[in-house]
């Protein structure tokens, strides 16, 4: 599901907001998410999962083209962990096929 896809899905769902006001929702929460994110902290969304800033630090590693040493610098990723609602949603979908 595309943004565009979720803001209409919030518009049609609550007429009253409107497209533009379902937009600015949807921009809100997930400002506030990556706001949170780069600022280290974790983001727990009960029952849907765990967003958590997790840092990979430099280390040794070899250019696979010419195969001399280099140095990979320090990176930062987001680790998502499925919460158990949205797990056990995902599960029962597949089962019943």
Same mark, same amino acid.
């Given at each position: 599901?595309? %943004? +565009? #896809? /979720? @803001?209409?899905?919030?518009?049609?769902?609550?007429?009253? /907001?409107?497209?533009? *006001? $379902?937009?600015?929702? @949807? #921009?809100?929460?997930? *400002?506030? &998410?990556?706001?949170?994110? *780069?600022?280290?902290?974790?983001?727990?969304?009960? *029952?849907?999962? &765990? =967003? +958590?800033?997790? @840092? =990979?630090?430099?280390?040794?590693?070899?250019?696979?083209?010419?195969?001399?040493? &280099?140095? $990979?610098?320090?990176?930062?990723? +987001? &680790? =998502?962990? $499925?919460? %158990?609602?949205?797990?056990?949603?995902?599960?029962?979908? @597949?089962?019943?096929?």
């Amino acid at each position: 599901m595309r %943004k +565009t #896809e /979720l @803001v209409d899905r919030i518009a049609a769902e609550y007429p009253h /907001l409107g497209t533009e *006001g $379902a937009r600015r929702v @949807v #921009e809100t929460i997930l *400002g506030n &998410i990556e706001t949170a994110l *780069g600022q280290g902290r974790r983001i727990e969304l009960r *029952g849907f999962g &765990i =967003f +958590t800033p997790r @840092v =990979f630090a430099e280390r040794a590693a070899r250019n696979p083209r010419r195969g001399d040493a &280099i140095t $990979a610098v320090a990176t930062t990723s +987001t &680790i =998502f962990r $499925a919460g %158990k609602r949205l797990n056990e949603r995902l599960n029962r979908s @597949v089962t019943s096929g």
